[in-house]
């Protein structure tokens, strides 16, 4: 089982949380009843999306992991799942994600653009039929 899918497996059984098809058409997905959450691009690479409030005042600690890269203005992250520390990572960040959408919208924030699978933000590539 690779890390994505075991991530995936986890985030099924959460009650706010469905599989969903990514509105960027690549891998799979999982939503909430306020839009988008993570869309899993890879065997590795996770886009996630948080609010631009959330993005700013996680940056710090974000852009110290070496797992997640931020594209400035972006309301999504991408999280490199290369140890099972980055799938726990991960369903922390998931959790922030969920509480800034019901937040949504606060002062600043805008509607979600496109993840950043396609600004080609991303890590490298893999092979998607693997999980």
């Known amino acids: 089982m690779t ?23 690549l891998g ?3 939503s909430s009843v306020h839009g988008e959450i993570a869309h899993f691009h890879s065997e ?8 631009d409030r959330a993005v700013r005042r996680l940056a710090k600690d974000l852009k110290d992991s070496g797992a997640i890269r931020i594209v400035p203005g972006s309301q999504w992250v991408t999280l490199r799942l290369d140890a ?3 799938v726990d990572l991960l369903l922390t960040l998931v959790s922030v994600a969920l509480k800034a959408q019901q937040a949504w919208p606060e002062p600043g924030d805008r509607p979600a653009a496109g993840c950043n699978d396609q ?5 490298v ?7």
């Open 28 to 30: 799979r997905a999982v």
């Open 44 to 51: 590795r690479d996770v886009d996630l999306r948080l609010t």
């Open 3 to 25: 890390l994505a899918s075991r991530a995936l497996a986890q985030l099924a059984i959460w009650p706010d949380l469905r599989p969903a098809v990514p509105s960027c058409g």
């Open 125 to 131: 590539k893999a092979d998607l039929g693997a999980f």
């Open 84 to 86: 099972a520390s980055d």
């Open 119 to 123: 600004r080609g933000a991303g890590f």
